[in-house]
């Protein structure tokens, strides 16, 4: 098994791993206990207020980047052909986890006004996974170059 392939295939572990872990620890006061908050407990308390668009985080921050993981080993594999190759990229611009990630960066950068915020060790994996997922994409999607044609011998 290549590098890509295996480096491709742990996503398939570490993004729900990321989803579960604490990406940040917020509090109201300094004084109060810190609560953890990860992709899953964001996306309960979203369920609460407007599930449509839990639904809609569910869908491109978790469903389509394992779909573009899956999509990417077949491709590397040799399963998937190199047509889908188009549709791999499309894929990768639904899975809206980097998106998502840089929400989080901002909301950590910015605080949340009276309280305080920690980064949680979730944060680094789930930064992580998307940057490996991102630079796989690239390897993969990318076209190989044109084989040029040997000069003529002179022998």
Do not use: Q
């Not at 290549?2 to 604490?22: C, G």
């Not at 668009?53 to 980047?65: E, N, Q």
């Not at 491709?75 to 611009?93: N, Q, V």
């Not at 944060?123 to 990318?142: D, H, P």
């Amino acid at each position: 098994m290549t590098l890509p392939r295996l480096a491709n295939l742990s996503l398939l572990l570490l993004f729900p791993l990321a989803w579960i872990a604490p990406l940040l620890k917020a509090g109201v006061l300094p004084l109060f206990a810190l609560s953890e908050i990860s992709v899953l407990s964001g996306i309960g308390a979203l369920w609460e207020k407007d599930k449509f668009l839990a639904l809609v985080v569910i869908f491109f921050a978790m469903i389509a980047p394992i779909g573009k993981v899956l999509a990417l080993e077949g491709l590397l594999s040799g399963r998937l052909s190199a047509r889908i190759k188009p549709w791999l990229y499309h894929l990768g611009r639904l899975a809206m986890a980097d998106v998502f990630l840089i929400a989080i960066y901002i909301t950590a950068a910015k605080g949340i006004g009276i309280g305080r915020i920690e980064i949680g060790w979730g944060l680094y994996l789930f930064t992580f996974c998307v940057l490996l997922s991102l630079g796989l994409s690239i390897f993969a999607i990318r076209k190989p170059k044109e084989s040029l044609p040997h000069p003529p011998s002179t022998d």
